[in-house]
């Protein structure tokens, strides 16, 4: 399963979605989110349902990311 979406906000090691559902679309800690507009990617440490925490810090608001299971 792949997810697509954008962010809508910009926070420090964080990936916000607040029309995704992370914790019921099956993201876990552990797997990698890449941002898909400057080609970098990170290790998801933490879900909550509309935020992720990152280990680096590679999104600002409107980019483009995918999580792959």
């Not at 792949?2 to 019921?24: H, M, P, R, W």
């Given at each position: ?29 552990g797997q990698i989110v890449h941002n898909i507009v400057n080609n970098t990617y990170a290790n998801i440490t933490n879900v ?22």
């Amino acid at each position: 399963m792949i997810i697509v979406g954008n962010t809508t906000a910009t926070l420090n090691n964080y990936l916000v979605d607040i029309s995704k559902s992370f914790i019921t679309s099956g993201v876990i800690s552990g797997q990698i989110v890449h941002n898909i507009v400057n080609n970098t990617y990170a290790n998801i440490t933490n879900v909550a349902p509309t935020d992720l925490t990152l280990d680096a810090d590679i999104f600002i608001s409107g980019d483009v990311y995918e999580i792959k299971n």
